[in-house]
């Protein structure tokens, strides 16, 4: 696998090496020891799923606080997504930054976030199947979020906002400042 630093410390695109022939294609999508020598030591505990059925659909910016933080380890199965994450870590000389990536089923690249960042995701086709994994366990009290939209942050979605499709709760989540 190919392990690509971004422009903020921490979050890694991992593009994996893919054997195609005439029945189809092969990649080894996770190595404990190989992931563990790019990204550092990490125990992932649970998997998650979302599945979108538009195109437009924009989910987040979410985190979890304190001692339920999670880092996670993104990819896309079916479709495609713009994802971002933003830092949020405090002290960090690139807080209130982002960092995005497309992600699809046919780049079939993975995105790892550590803890301390915000992730948000848009939806690019219908039908779009997610996956990630996180090293802690979904903790609803320590959930956090943040807009969207919020103008500190101005992350270029690449969308106008009436072609978005909003959790309510998603809609009204506090900004960033």
């Known amino acids: 696998m190919n392990y690509i630093k971004t422009d903020i410390e921490g ?6 090496r893919v054997f195609l022939d005439k029945r189809g294609y092969f990649f080894e999508s996770f190595s404990l020891r190989e992931f563990t020598a790019q990204a550092g030591p990490v125990k992932f505990v649970q998997d998650n799923e ?4 538009r195109r437009g659909v ?4 979410h985190f979890q606080k304190g001692k339920a933080a999670q880092a996670k380890l993104l990819r896309v199965v079916r479709g495609s997504v713009l994802d971002v994450v933003v830092d949020i870590r405090p002290g960090s000389p ?3 930054r982002y960092v995005s990536v497309v992600l699809s089923g046919e780049n079939k690249r993975q995105f790892f976030i550590p803890r301390g ?3 948000g995701f ?4 219908d039908d779009t199947v997610f996956q990630y994994k996180c090293d802690n366990y979904y903790a609803p009290e320590a959930e956090g979020s943040y807009r969207w939209n919020d103008p500190t942050l101005a992350i270029d979605w690449g969308v106008l906002p009436d072609e978005l499709i909003l959790s309510e709760k998603d809609a009204q989540a506090p900004f960033f400042k």
């Open 11 to 16: 979050p890694l695109i991992i593009e994996p």
């Open 122 to 125: 848009l939806v690019l086709e």
């Open 58 to 61: 924009l989910r987040g910016l």
């Open 94 to 96: 690139t807080r209130g």
């Open 117 to 119: 960042f915000a992730h």
């Open 50 to 53: 979302s599945y979108s059925a």
